[in-house]
C-alpha cells in the first residue's frame, strides 16, 4: 500500500475517535480550524494526494499532474497559526508542461534517462552509428504555449562510406561522414573517376555528403565507372574499337571523341560517336596512337589511350631499278611499300624461245628480305619474263613483271674438224648446233684454194660467191645447206659436182692445196650472226684405183671409222625423214621420234641406288662446279642429262583437243590430251565427249590414274560426270585455288551441297593433318538413288613448277591415296594446274615405290618416258625429275618413319626393344639408315671453306660447310674486299626455309666474324649448347660479363642477365657502327655435362625452344652454337622440327628431321644416343602438350 493510502487511513481514524466536526480538529483542549482545499488556488488538472477537501495542521500534501506536466509545487502544508490553519503557498498550483525524452531520430541514448524533463533541465545525447551529433547538451525550453527541447534533431543522418561499383573502399578511413564532409575516392583498378579533371594524372575525385532537402547522400552517386575498351579487330587499314562503361552506358556520362594520329603525325578527330568507332583509311603495319575523350560538364577527360599497330598486308609492287642484259646479268630493285615486315622474295624466271617451241626453263627463287638484285645469266636469243614479288606474313604481294627478249648471238662451232680425202673428193661428217644462242638458219659449206688464216674475216665480210669455173675465185660457195636439212651429223662431199640451182660443187682439183670453212647462221627478226670454223688445210691427190670400201678400209683407224658412222648416220637419216609425217594418222604410232634422243636406260637395282645417285651427283658436280653453262647442252651430265633426253612436246595427235569446239575447255593451250589416250566422255551434252584428262597406267594396272587439269569454270559439270562415270573413288589435288596471284583452279566442291550438271555432290566431313585436307564427299545423279563416295584429298604444300619441301608429306599422300581407293573402283584421279608437272611427279612416285617393292628395281627415265607417251610432258621440270630419284633413295633407304601421334608412346617402346638376331634396337637400326645417306649429302662444292686463307677458320677440317648453304658476311669483307667467310650453315625449321645458321664457337680470329654473322643476319636468339664454364674453357668469352665490349666494329652491351631452370643467359645490345641497336637474347644450356652423350632433360631443350621461338619474327634467325659447330648442335635444331611437327603437322618424323639437317651439315646427330634421345624429347613434349588428348 502507498504512503498515501496509508495516510488518508489514519486521518480517517483520527477524525473517528475524536469525534471532530467539519472543519475543525479536537485535541482535547480545543478545536483548531483546518486548511481547506477551497481555499488553495488549483489549475486544471492539479490534484492533491490524499485528495480530501480539509487537511490537519501541520499535514503535508503531495501535489500531482497528469502525464507530461509537472506541478508548480510538488508539495505543501498546511501550517497551524494560533487557531487556524493556513497553507503554505498563497501562488496558484498550476500544471506546468515538461519535455518528453527525446527520441528524434538516430538518438542512441540520453543522460539521466527519464520519461520528462523540466523547462530549462538539460541532457546529453548520444547518437546512434551513422549519425552525427548536432549539439550536446540540448535544454528544455518553453515557448510560451509548451516546452520543447531547443534542438529538434539533436542527431542527423551521414552518409556511410562510398561502396559503388568501383570505388577502392579500402582506402577510406571512416565508415561514415558527416553532412558537408569531402572525401576523395580511390578507383579501383580499371575504373575512373567520373568527375576528374583533363590531364589528372590520378584515378581519383573528391564527393561530398549533401542532403538536398532530404536524406543525406553524395554528391555523385556513380563517382568511379568502369570504361573498358575491347580492339575488336585490327585489319591493314582500319581498327575497330568498341568500348563499354559499368555500370550504365558510357552516354549516360560523357560524349565521347575519337582521335587518331601516326606517331609524328598530325591527329585527325571521330566527333561523337556512342559506343565504338572504326578508324579507317590508316596505312598497313603503322603504329596509331588512338585517344578517347569524354566530354562532361563543359570539360574534355581523357579515358583512355592506346598505341595500337594495324595488321600487315602484302606488300606493293617492287621497282626494278636496273634490267639485266648479256653483258650485264643483274637484275635490280627495290620495295618502298613493305606494308610489315618483309619476309622474303619470290623470284619467278621463264624462259622461252618463239623459234624453239621445246624449250622452256622455269626457275623459281626464294629471296631473303635484305636481297635487292639477282644475278639472272641470261642466255642469247631468248624471251624472259621475270616476275618478282615480295612477300609479309599476309601473303605475296603485287608482282612486278620485266619481259624482254634478248638478242640472238653467235651459233656455236661445229664440232669433229677431222676431213678425209680421196678420189679427188673431200669427206667431212658435219654435225648440227643446238640452237642456244638462236635459230640456226644456215650452214654454208666455202671452199678457199690454199691456206686463207683470217677466219674471223670470212665469217663476218665474206659474201656468198659462186663457183665460176672462167676464173677459180680464190673463196667461193660449194653449197648452202638449210638448218632444217641438217639434223644430228651428216656425211658431206666435197667437189661431187652437184648443183643445186644456185651453188656449184665443183670437182676438186689434184694436187691442189685447199681450206674448207663453215659458216654457221644464225637468223632471227632481221638479225645475222655467224660463227665459223676451219677444215684443213688438205691435199687433193691423184684420183685412187680402190672403190669406196678398199679406201674406208684403208683408211688409218679413228678417221675411217668416223666416215663409216657418219654414212650410217646419213642414210640413218635419210630413211628417217622419208617416215616422217607432220600430223602421222597412226593411232599409236609416234608423230614425231626426234625428241627421243636417248638409249632405253637400264634398270637400277635398289641395292645400287645409292652408289648410282652418288655417282650422279659427283658428274653434276664436276659440271656445275667449272663449266660454262652456255655450253650445258654439251656438257650435260647425270639426271639433268637424262631429264633432257626425255621427248617433249606433243610424241601423238591431238585432234580433239585442238578442235575449235574443244579449246575453250583447256586451261593451257599447250598442255592437251592425245587423242589415243584421252578420256571420253559418253554423256556430254555438248555431243563431243571431250575433256583434258589421260589415262594413266600404274604400276601392272592399265588405266590406274586419270591425269587432268585443275577444272575451269565451265568444266566443272565435266569433271563430275567424268568421276562418276569412271566411278572413281579417289581424288588428289595438287594445287591451290589461287598461286602467286593467278588463278590455278576453279573450285569444284561445295561448302555443303552443290548440283554440278545432273550430279549432286555433298561434303559429308573434312579434316586436315599438316598439309594435308580430307574430304569425303557423297555423289548421287540428280533423279537417281545410288549414291557414291569419294575421298578428296587436297595436298597443299606443293609449289608450282616446283617439289615438297618435307618428302615425309608427299610420302603420306601416296599411302592414304592407295589406302582410299575403293576394290573394284575406277582410276585415281589426280590433278594439279595442268595436269602434267606435280600429277606426273606424284604417278611417277607411286609408280616406282611399287616397282621397287615388288621387283627390287627402279627406272625413272622408263617410267617418265612411258608416262609422256600417255600424256605430254609428264614430269614438268628438271627439278622434279632430280627430286624422284632423291625421295626414291631416302624411302627406300630408309622406310616409312612417319608416326601418327597417337602411337608414338607405343613405338618408342617398340624401337626400345632390341632385336634377338642383331642385337640391336631400333633406334640403331633406324640410325644406320641415315647414316647410309651421309655419304651422298657430303657430295656438293667446298671451295670457299678450303681456300688456304680461311683454314684458320675452321676448327675442324672435316666439319666445313657447303657453298650452296654457308651464309656469307656482308659488314666484315676479306683480304680481296669480297664478303667475308665463317664456318656456319643454314638449316631449315620444320615450317621455315633456313630457319637455323649453326656454327662453330669462335677463336681469336674469328669474334668479329661472329658478330657480324649475328647482325647481318638479325640472329635474335643466340643458343650455346654448353654451360658458362665450359664455354670458357673451349673458346675466348665473346660476350661481356657486364658493361660494354667491342669486338672490331660492334659494341655488344649486357642489359640483363637470364636465368631458367637448365639454362641461363644474358640479354644484349648488338650495335654497328651508329645504326640502331639489335637486342639478342643469347642462352647456354647448363644441364648438358661435358662428358655426356646427350642432355640431362628433355624438359630444359623444350622449355629453351619455347623461349627462343617467342623471340622470332619474319626476317631473324636463330644461331645455334657448339664447339665444333656440329657435336651438340643437331640436338636442339632437330628438337625444334620434332616440337613443330607435333604440333602443327599432327605426327612425328624424327629419321625426316634429322635427315633435313644432315643435308646441310652431315655431321650433325653424329649418334645413336643424340638420335634416341630425339625421340624421348618427343614423348616428352607429348606429355606437356596442352592438346595431347586430342591425338588420343
Known amino acids: 500500500m502507498s504512503p498515501s493510502c496509508l495516510c488518508c487511513l489514519l486521518l480517517l481514524a483520527l477524525a473517528v475517535l475524536g469525534e471532530e466536526e467539519d472543519g475543525q480538529s479536537r485535541d482535547g483542549s480545543h478545536s483548531v480550524e483546518q486548511c481547506r482545499k477551497s481555499a488553495l488556488s488549483l489549475g486544471t488538472n492539479v490534484q492533491l494526494v490524499p485528495p480530501q477537501d480539509y487537511y490537519l495542521p501541520n499535514t503535508g500534501v503531495s501535489v500531482r499532474c497528469p502525464g507530461g506536466y509537472k506541478p508548480s509545487r510538488d508539495r505543501i502544508t498546511c501550517k497551524a497559526e494560533q487557531n487556524k490553519s493556513v497553507w503554505d503557498v498563497t501562488a496558484p498550483i498550476l500544471c506546468v508542461a515538461q519535455c518528453a525524452k527525446p527520441t528524434a531520430p538516430g538518438i542512441e541514448s540520453v543522460s539521466n534517462q527519464k520519461d520528462y524533463y523540466n523547462r530549462g533541465e538539460e541532457v546529453t545525447v548520444t547518437c546512434e552509428t ?36 568501383g570505388v577502392n573502399s579500402s582506402s577510406l578511413k571512416k565508415h561514415f561522414y558527416d553532412v558537408g564532409e569531402s572525401v576523395t575516392v580511390t578507383c579501383a583498378r580499371g575504373y575512373q573517376s567520373v568527375s576528374r579533371a583533363p590531364g589528372y594524372q590520378s584515378v581519383s575525385g573528391a564527393i561530398t555528403c549533401e542532403t538536398n532537402g532530404g536524406r543525406p547522400n553524395w554528391n555523385v552517386s556513380v563517382p568511379c565507372i568502369a570504361f573498358q575498351v575491347n580492339v575488336r579487330r585490327v585489319t591493314p587499314t582500319s581498327i575497330s574499337l568498341q568500348w563499354e562503361c559499368q555500370p550504365g552506358p558510357c552516354r549516360s556520362y560523357w560524349s565521347i571523341s575519337v582521335s587518331y594520329w601516326p606517331k609524328g603525325q598530325k591527329e585527325k578527330v571521330i566527333h561523337t560517336v556512342t559506343e565504338g568507332a572504326t578508324v579507317r583509311g590508316l596505312e598497313p603495319h603503322t603504329e596509331y596512337i588512338i585517344t578517347i575523350y569524354g566530354y562532361r560538364q ?341 639426271r639433268p642429262k637424262e631429264y633432257k633426253e626425255l621427248p617433249s612436246g606433243p610424241l601423238y595427235p591431238c585432234a580433239a583437243a585442238s578442235s575449235e569446239q574443244n579449246r575453250t575447255k583447256n586451261r593451257y593451250k599447250k598442255v592437251i590430251p592425245y587423242d589415243n589416250s584421252r578420256v ?73 551441297t552443290q548440283t554440278y550438271g545432273d550430279i549432286r555432290v555433298s561434303v559429308q566431313s573434312s579434316t586436315q593433318t599438316g598439309a594435308l585436307v ?54 585415281v584421279i589426280v590433278h594439279c594446274s595442268a595436269g602434267i608437272g606435280r600429277t606426273g611427279t606424284l604417278l611417277a612416285l607411286d609408280i616406282l615405290l611399287k616397282r621397287a617393292r615388288a621387283e627390287g628395281k627402279v627406272n625413272v627415265y622408263e617410267c617418265t618416258l612411258q608416262m609422256r607417251r600417255k600424256r605430254l610432258n609428264m614430269v614438268q621440270t628438271q627439278g622434279q625429275y632430280v ?93 680481296h674486299g669480297a664478303p667475308g667467310y665463317i664456318n656456319a650453315v643454314f638449316v631449315n625449321s620444320n615450317s621455315q626455309e633456313d630457319l637455323f645458321i649453326v656454327t662453330q664457337l669462335p677463336n681469336w680470329e674469328t669474334l668479329a666474324d661472329l658478330w657480324s654473322l649475328v647482325w647481318d643476319y638479325r640472329c635474335t636468339a643466340i643458343v650455346v649448347m654448353h654451360s658458362a664454364q665450359e664455354i670458357r674453357e673451349l673458346c675466348p668469352h665473346f660476350w661481356p660479363e657486364s658493361g660494354e665490349s667491342t669486338y672490331s666494329n660492334f659494341r655488344l652491351r649486357k642489359i640483363s642477365s637470364l636465368r631458367d631452370s637448365g639454362f641461363s643467359g644474358a640479354t644484349l645490345h648488338l650495335q654497328h657502327k651508329k645504326e640502331p641497336a639489335l637486342e639478342v637474347q643469347l642462352w647456354h644450356l647448363d644441364s648438358w655435362p661435358k662428358d655426356k652423350p646427350v642432355p640431362q632433360d628433355p624438359g630444359a631443350i623444350i622449355s629453351l625452344i619455347g ?55 652431315s655431321q650433325l646427330i653424329p649418334n645413336v644416343a643424340q638420335y634416341s634421345f630425339c625421340y624421348s624429347l618427343a614423348q616428352s613434349y607429348l606429355s606437356s602438350f596442352e592438346t595431347y588428348g586430342n591425338f588420343q
Open 130 to 165: 551513422g549519425y552525427q551529433s548536432v549539439s550536446r547538451p540540448i535544454t528544455c525550453k518553453w515557448n510560451g504555449t509548451h516546452s520543447n527541447w531547443n534542438v529538434s534533431a539533436p542527431c542527423i543522418e551521414q552518409c556511410a562510406k562510398p561502396t559503388a561499383q
Open 298 to 638: 563543359g570539360k574534355w577527360t581523357e579515358l583512355e589511350r592506346r598505341t595500337i599497330r594495324t595488321e600487315e598486308s602484302a606488300p606493293g609492287k617492287p621497282d626494278f631499278t636496273q634490267d639485266p642484259s648479256i653483258n650485264n646479268n643483274t637484275l635490280k630493285w627495290r620495295l618502298l611499300e613493305t606494308h610489315g615486315v618483309l619476309t622474303g622474295y619470290q623470284l619467278n624466271i621463264s624462259a622461252h624461245r618463239e623459234y624453239d617451241i621445246t624449250f622452256s626453263e622455269t626457275e623459281s627463287h626464294w629471296l631473303g628480305p635484305n636481297v635487292t638484285e639477282f644475278n639472272m645469266e641470261l642466255k642469247y636469243g631468248t624471251n624472259y619474263t621475270v616476275t618478282l614479288r615480295g612477300f609479309t606474313v599476309s601473303g605475296p604481294g603485287e608482282p612486278a613483271v620485266w619481259a624482254h627478249e634478248t638478242s640472238i648471238g653467235e651459233p656455236p662451232e661445229p664440232i669433229n674438224k677431222w676431213i678425209g680425202v680421196a678420189n679427188q673428193a673431200a669427206f667431212f661428217l658435219l654435225h648440227s648446233v643446238p640452237s642456244q644462242h638462236g635459230p640456226i638458219s644456215s650452214y654454208e659449206i666455202i671452199i678457199a684454194q690454199g691456206w686463207n688464216g683470217n677466219l674471223s674475216q670470212i665469217c663476218t665480210s665474206y659474201t656468198s660467191t659462186l663457183y665460176n669455173s672462167s676464173q677459180v675465185p680464190t673463196l667461193y660457195t660449194a653449197m648452202l645447206l638449210p638448218a632444217e636439212n641438217v639434223t644430228g651429223s651428216m656425211n658431206v662431199t666435197l667437189g661431187d659436182g652437184r648443183n643445186d640451182g644456185t651453188f656449184y660443187n665443183a670437182p676438186l682439183r689434184s694436187d691442189q692445196n685447199y681450206t674448207l670453212y663453215v659458216r654457221v647462221t644464225s637468223t632471227w627478226k632481221e638479225v645475222n650472226k655467224s660463227s665459223c670454223t676451219r677444215f684443213g688445210p688438205f691435199l687433193i691427190e691423184e684420183k685412187w684405183p680402190l672403190p669406196v670400201p678398199a679406201l674406208i678400209g684403208g683408211l688409218a683407224g679413228g678417221g675411217a671409222l668416223l666416215l663409216l658412222v657418219a654414212l650410217l648416220a646419213f642414210c640413218g637419216l635419210v630413211r628417217s625423214a622419208k617416215c616422217r609425217s607432220p600430223f602421222g594418222k597412226s593411232n599409236g604410232i609416234p608423230m614425231s621420234n626426234r625428241n627421243e634422243r636417248g638409249r632405253k636406260k637400264r634398270d637400277i637395282p635398289v641395292d645400287d641406288l645409292l652408289e648410282v645417285v652418288k655417282r650422279f651427283r659427283n658428274e653434276e658436280l664436276l659440271v656445275t662446279g667449272g663449266s660454262d653453262e652456255e655450253n650445258s647442252s654439251l656438257l650435260l651430265v647425270g
Open 680 to 752: 571420253i566422255l559418253r554423256s556430254d551434252p555438248s555431243g563431243s565427249g571431250y575433256i583434258n584428262a589421260s589415262y594413266i597406267d600404274g604400276y601392272r594396272h592399265p588405266k590406274f590414274f586419270i591425269a587432268t587439269q585443275g577444272p575451269l569454270p565451265e568444266t566443272v559439270a565435266h569433271f563430275w560426270n567424268m568421276v562418276w562415270q569412271e566411278n572413281s573413288s579417289v581424288i588428289v589435288m595438287l594445287t591451290g585455288l589461287e598461286e602467286q596471284n593467278k588463278v590455278k583452279c576453279e573450285r569444284y566442291w561445295p561448302e555443303e
Open 774 to 827: 580430307t574430304r569425303s564427299l557423297a555423289l548421287q545423279k540428280v533423279g537417281g538413288t545410288a549414291q557414291r563416295t569419294v575421298e578428296h584429298l587436297h595436298y597443299l604444300q606443293w609449289p608450282d613448277h616446283g617439289v615438297p619441301n618435307k618428302p615425309s608429306g608427299l610420302l603420306q599422300l601416296v599411302e592414304q591415296m592407295n589406302e582410299c581407293k575403293l576394290p573394284g573402283s575406277g582410276p
Open 883 to 975: 627430286f624422284l630419284y632423291d625421295v626414291l633413295l631416302e624411302t627406300l633407304v630408309c622406310g616409312a618413319t612417319s608416326l601418327p601421334i597417337g602411337g608414338v608412346q607405343s613405338h618408342v617402346c617398340k624401337m626400345a626393344a632390341l632385336d634377338p638376331v642383331t642385337k640391336t634396337s631400333g633406334f640403331t637400326k633406324e640410325f644406320q639408315a641415315v647414316e647410309k645417306l651421309t655419304e651422298l649429302y657430303k657430295i656438293c662444292s667446298y671451295r670457299e671453306a678450303q681456300k688456304p686463307e680461311n683454314h684458320c677458320k675452321n676448327l675442324d677440317s672435316d666439319i666445313i660447310p657447303g657453298d650452296h648453304c654457308r651464309p656469307i658476311l656482308m659488314s666484315v669483307m676479306d683480304q
Open 1107 to 1161: 623461349k627462343v621461338e617467342r623471340l622470332q619474327n619474319g626476317e631473324s634467325h636463330v644461331l645455334v652454337m657448339c664447339g665444333d659447330g656440329a657435336t651438340r648442335s643437331g640436338v636442339f635444331c632437330a628438337g625444334t622440327v620434332i616440337c613443330d611437327q607435333i604440333r602443327s603437322d599432327g605426327f612425328l618424323d624424327v629419321s625426316q628431321a634429322v635427315r633435313s639437317l644432315k643435308q646441310r651439315r
